[in-house]
């Protein structure tokens, strides 16, 4: 496998379930990123891990709960979601969480929660 | 004010006509960088390149060039000879030495719809 692998790539949920998202990178990267693309809208960046550390939370309601056990792998841990964050979720690394480091994104999870 | 701005929320074109694609960016920075992705109906994106602010040499690869002028804070693409498979929503985005981490600042996207 190569670059970023995302799982599931259509999740359907409805408003009182819990579901996670995969992400793995194969590409030794040390840094991981959460994003939300929802229609009309640019992408949000959600979430920032570097070396398995959370160093960045853009203000994302607590129903959206991320994990990185390793450097290659995150996940989104999802509860009591709401229809409004049906959207496509990106996931990507890039090798540091530095300035000009490029990001390489896996094709999505696209979520409907109804 | 937006910091990454791409004023062309759709383009079409027929097949081998040639297209630009349109990117203005703001930043108080000096060191910043720009970045081009293509996300084709599949969802991913794809990275296509990165410029660094000292650079402003244009590149062309195959089909694709991209032209940047500080001087108007633009960072433009244009694909030559538009083929079907080109279409797709392309993002521009920047990542300023202060901001951070490096975060990645997205403009709202071209779709650019090329038909046979």
């Known amino acids: 496998e190569t670059g970023v692998t995302q799982t599931p790539r259509h999740l359907v949920m409805g408003m009182t379930n819990k579901k996670s998202l995969k992400c793995e990178q194969h590409l030794g990267h040390n840094a991981m990123y959460w994003y939300k693309q929802s229609a009309k809208k640019p992408l949000e960046l959600m979430f920032v891990y570097s070396l398995e550390e959370r160093v960045e939370n853009n203000s994302v309601p607590s129903r959206f709960s991320p994990e990185c056990p390793n450097s290659s792998h995150l996940f989104l841990h999802l509860h009591t979601l709401q229809p409004e964050d049906s959207a496509l979720y990106l996931c990507a690394s890039s090798q540091e969480q530095d300035v000009g480091d490029t990001q390489y994104f896996g094709p999505g999870t696209r979520l409907t929660v109804l | 004010a937006q910091k990454v701005t791409q004023a062309q929320t759709e383009i079409s074109v027929v097949e081998k006509e040639d297209v630009t694609l349109d990117c203005v960016y703001e930043t108080r920075d000096t060191t910043y960088y720009l970045f081009w992705y293509k996300q084709p109906p599949s969802g991913e994106l794809v990275f296509l390149i990165r410029?660094?602010?000292?650079?402003?040499q244009n590149e062309i690869s195959g089909r694709y060039s991209w032209n940047f002028q500080k001087s108007t804070s633009s960072f433009n693409f244009t694909i030559t000879a538009s083929q079907v498979v080109d279409s797709a929503v392309y993002f521009c985005?920047?990542?300023?030495?202060?901001?951070?981490?490096?975060?990645?600042?997205f403009g709202q996207g071209t779709e650019l719809s090329v038909k046979p």
């Open positions: 985005a920047l990542s300023e030495a202060y901001n951070q981490g490096g975060k990645l600042i």
């Open positions: 410029r660094n602010s000292f650079d402003e």
